[in-house]
């Protein structure tokens, strides 16, 4: 089958976040499944798009709120209402829908488009459902708004948030309602999104690239505990916050823990022994340059594409329950602790052994083994139910 996949950003070289991750990897496995995929969306500055060939670009775009400035935000604000969409829905109207037409005609015969996440689908619903379609739910973004709402200090953001639970809500109906199938990358997900019937969705089992990663090998820690993130991003704000406020205190002095990626304007508050890093040249190699590998969510849906990388990588680590949502198989050296105290109990114990020359690590080719084999029978069950 020709499919084409409609996504606000395309699937680039060097994806870093977890959704550019999700989006290069699914892409990926269908083409494996022996389906032609053209990639249809934005591409944000500075990247390249991974399968130039096969993609239709609609432009360039910034859609990361911390990357802009305030006249920026003020003018997406501002379509959101004038279109009565959310936010991150208003940011797609950079173009029109007889922009979108003329691109999906250029493409030529289709059998079928891949609805990626909310956002583009959502601003061109109208335009899309007269294709047949499968949707593809990165998590249910109408609970993750009404979280951020949840924990909002502000007023004027808190209602912001609500306006967009309500909203896209609404467009995650209308999605699902019209797509032959939906894919989750979490099982509570379907649920959520009223479509819990193996007839109507499929989970789909992540991993971080189709290529196996290599054998682990022996490492020289810097750091005790290290994790990297978008930390500007609500739901990971979230967790990292949580981490300094409860677990960080309850760890020794000399305990080394190192914070890495973009946190934003507003620098928390942390213990001496905690570094901020901003970004790096290479996370693997920071994440490697790490005895323990905390994972700390909180709250969200979706899957963590940090805790599938690091079960990847191999690397010993203490997880949340919510940081395993979507996994079925945990690996041995992972610890799970939703308690500050037994968190941080979990974190000396494995970083004493780890000091004490233990071997923590394993390989973790099995694990990606396990997730892709997952993965490519998912996308098959669910593109014959769907096409």
């Not at 609609?58 to 604000?77: F, P, S």
């Not at 289709?110 to 335009?127: E, M, R, T």
């Not at 919510?322 to 968190?343: H, K, M, T, Y």
Request: glycine share 10%; aromatic share 6%.
């Amino acid at each position: 089958m020709h499919l084409v996949f409609i996504s606000s950003l395309v699937p680039v070289t060097n994806p870093t976040s977890g959704y550019d991750i999700a989006n290069r990897v699914i892409v990926d496995a269908i083409r494996l499944l022996g389906h032609k995929v053209s990639v249809f969306g934005f591409l944000q500055p500075g990247q390249k798009p991974a399968h130039p060939g096969g993609t239709r670009l609609l432009g360039q775009l910034e859609v990361t709120n911390a990357r802009v400035g305030k006249l920026q935000k003020a003018l997406w604000l501002k379509d959101a209402f004038v279109h009565g969409e959310p936010v991150s829905v208003a940011k797609m109207h950079a173009v029109t829908a007889s922009d979108i037409r003329a691109a999906l005609a250029e493409l030529g015969p289709v059998h079928g488009l891949i609805l990626n996440s909310v956002q583009l689908p959502g601003a061109f619903k109208d335009v899309f459902a007269a294709y047949p379609s499968v949707f593809i739910a990165h998590n249910v973004e109408a609970d993750s708004a009404a979280d951020n709402a949840a924990n909002a200090a502000n007023p004027a953001t808190r209602f912001l948030f609500r306006r967009d639970s309500r909203l896209l809500a609404e467009l995650e109906s209308g999605l699902c309602a019209m797509s032959g199938h939906v894919f989750t990358l979490a099982e509570p997900d379907r649920a959520a999104l009223g479509v819990a019937g193996d007839d109507r969705s499929t989970v789909l089992p992540l991993v971080t690239s189709v290529t196996p990663p290599h054998s682990s090998s022996p490492r020289t820690p810097v750091y005790d505990a290290g994790m990297i993130g978008t930390w500007s991003w609500a739901a990971n704000r979230s967790g990292l916050d949580w981490f300094l406020e409860e677990i960080a205190p309850r760890l020794p002095g000399d305990f080394r823990i190192a914070i890495a990626g973009g946190i934003g304007s507003d620098l928390p508050g942390a213990p001496d022994n905690v570094a901020f890093l901003g970004r790096v040249p290479d996370a693997r190699a920071f994440v490697q340059s790490c005895r323990v590998v905390p994972l700390i969510s909180r709250t969200g849906t979706g899957v963590q594409l940090k805790t599938i990388e690091t079960f990847e990588m191999g690397l010993p680590s203490v997880a949340t329950a919510s940081a395993l949502r979507g996994i079925s198989a945990q690996p041995e050296n992972c610890a799970v602790a939703d308690d500050p105290e037994a968190f941080a109990r979990s974190l000396i114990e494995m970083v004493g052994r780890s000091r004490a020359g233990e071997p923590l690590d394993r390989d973790g080719r099995a694990f990606h083994a396990l997730q892709l084999d997952g993965l490519k029978t998912a996308l098959a069950h669910g593109l014959e139910r769907g096409f």
